[in-house]
Structure formats: C-alpha cells, structure tokens
C-alpha cells in the first residue's frame, strides 16, 4: 500500500510560480508511475500529468505543457511538479495519484490517491 501527502500550494498571483510537491510511504513506491490531477470547483477532475517509475518518460496535459513540469526523487520518495506561468485558469485542488495501469489519462488508472493541496491563482 501506497500513502501521499500533497504540500506545496497556496496563493500565487498570475504569471507566478508554485512548486507542488508529494511524498509517498511504502517502499514500493520507485515501483510506480505517478501522476497529479486536479479538480476546480464544479468541474470534473482532470489529468495534468504523469511520470513512469523511472521518471524517463513524461506526460502532459496540453493545457499545462510548456509551463509545468513533473519529476521525481524515488530516493526521496516524492513527486513534485514545478508550476510557471501559472493562469487563473489553474485554480484547483491538485492531487498525486500512484498509477496501477491502464491510460495515464484517466482517474481510473490509478488506485491511490492524496488528499489534495489547493493552488489558487489570481488575476
């Protein structure tokens, strides 16, 4: 069994730039893909993106490429995802999810799952 626990958000004004960071428990996690979601209010959740156990392979969700990046530290046992240039638009809950297979881009693919941090971004 995997634990995440999401840190990192906050309050950034547009054009600003948050640093989202997910620490894991088990010592299986180097064995697994991650990905982090998110979810504004009202909306469904929706994939930003995913890294393999290796951290050789990224992806991205085409409305955050270019501006976010994801990594990983499996000595560390954390995720983290580098936000710039952030948008109004990127107002959410974000969430750390450790993948069990399928398509990275679907909630249902993964089988853990954080609590979530808020990032809330102003115009």
């Known amino acids: 069994q995997v634990q995440l626990v999401e840190s990192g958000g906050g309050l950034v004004q547009a054009g600003g730039s948050l640093r989202l960071s997910c620490a894991a428990s088990?010592?299986?996690?180097?064995?697994?893909?991650m990905g982090w979601f998110r979810q504004a209010p009202g909306k469904e959740r929706e994939f930003v993106a995913a890294?393999?156990?290796?951290?050789?392979?990224?992806y991205y969700a085409n409305s955050v490429k270019g501006r976010f990046t994801i990594s990983r530290d499996n000595a560390r046992n954390t995720v983290y995802l580098q936000m710039n240039s952030l948008k109004p638009e990127d107002t959410a809950v974000y969430y750390c999810?450790?993948?069990?297979?399928?398509?990275?881009?679907?909630?249902?693919?993964?089988?853990?799952w954080g609590q979530g941090t808020q990032v809330t971004v102003s115009s």
């Open positions: 999810a450790a993948h069990r297979g399928g398509n990275y881009y679907y909630p249902i693919s993964y089988n853990y």
């Open positions: 088990g010592r299986t996690f180097s064995s697994y893909a």
């Open positions: 890294i393999s156990w290796s951290g050789g392979t990224t």
